[in-house]
């Protein structure tokens, strides 16, 4: 359904002392470099979750992983263009910026998390820049990974794994499953240490070892162990398995902040590494490729009508990934 240019609401789920319903809602207004996109399929993930318990004090449309069609734009060519797009708005004239880290930028706005509303909605802006056409051979539910793959692709660009390091993925939620998946295709000495076997299946299927915690070796450790568990626990644990000079490679956001001990860290010359957003380009040259398998991933569809249950599925123990799909599609 194109956009009636007189139209001046839509149907967005929004947090506001919790999730609702909003039928009202304003359209987003376009603003120069901007471009409107109406959302064709968005992703709940353990960050929306995170705001509606508060984190960051986010009021407003939240979502951020998205696949959506280009409806206005000062670019003819896009309008009608399958689009995804990187979450950070950064203002692009401070000294951060100039450096070339926009993701940095302490004025910039973020989809759905910070100044500036998200995906969870009919439709909703981004500028021009944040945007990545989509190949015709990427479907629109492979598509709507494209931002969590990206940020699994961070590990890469931050510290090069080699074929034959030893590596520990802490977590198998979403993200933890995607990134197995592409730190696999280095070659590494790979493991998942996970605590919910029913969703191993598709690991198992790419020979992927995943463990539970306990099965390990008392003397378990790894060069390289990323943390994607959301828990205090799983940070925990996985500083405990980093070997003496190795990296440890944080991907998860908490609610309550994990001990650390900082005398240790020094001792083991342990490097403790942030990380979060990543390549677009590349994450969907591997989803074209078919080397990263998403689809699998679905837990259930719901349309935006359906939004609240939608997230009450996604807050339950074990849940993969969840999707909203406005009424029109």
Not at 224 to 246: D, H, I, L, M
């Amino acid at each position: 359904m194109a956009l009636n240019l007189r139209d001046t609401i839509m149907q967005a789920l929004v947090i506001d002392h919790g999730i609702r319903l909003d039928n009202d809602h304003p359209l987003p207004k376009r603003q120069a470099g901007e471009v409107l996109i109406q959302t064709t399929l968005a992703g709940i993930c353990a960050t929306d979750l995170a705001l509606l318990q508060g984190y960051a004090h986010f009021q407003g449309v939240p979502g951020h992983e998205f696949v959506g069609v280009v409806q206005q734009a000062d670019d003819p060519s896009l309008i009608g263009q399958r689009v995804v797009g990187e979450i950070n708005a950064p203002c692009g004239t401070c000294p951060t910026c100039h450096r070339g880290d926009g993701n940095h930028c302490p004025k910039r706005t973020a989809l759905g998390i910070r100044g500036r509303n998200g995906t969870f909605a009919d439709y909703f802006t981004l500028p021009r820049a944040n945007l990545h056409l989509v190949p015709k051979g990427v479907s629109d539910q492979a598509a709507v990974f494209t931002e969590p793959l990206a940020a699994a692709l961070e590990i890469l660009e931050q510290h090069p794994i080699q074929s034959g390091d030893s590596v520990a993925v802490v977590g198998d939620g979403r993200l933890g499953i995607l990134i197995a998946q592409v730190l696999a295709l280095t070659g590494c000495q790979l493991t998942v240490i996970g605590r919910h076997p029913e969703k191993w299946h598709l690991l198992k299927k790419k020979a992927i070892p995943v463990t539970l915690a306990h099965q390990l070796p008392a003397a378990f450790s790894a060069r390289v162990v990323v943390e994607c568990s959301g828990r205090v626990e799983g940070f925990v644990q996985a500083r405990k398995w980093v070997q003496p000079r190795g990296y440890l490679i944080v991907k998860s956001t908490y609610t309550q902040q994990p001990p650390v001990d900082l005398t240790a860290l020094v001792v083991d010359e342990v490097t403790l590494v942030g990380s979060r957003c990543g390549p677009f380009s590349k994450a969907l040259a591997l989803l074209e490729q078919g080397l990263i398998e998403v689809e699998p991933l679905i837990e259930r569809e719901f349309s935006l009508d359906e939004g609240v249950l939608a997230f009450q599925m996604a807050q339950e123990k074990g849940r993969l990934k969840v999707l909203l799909r406005p009424r029109r599609f």
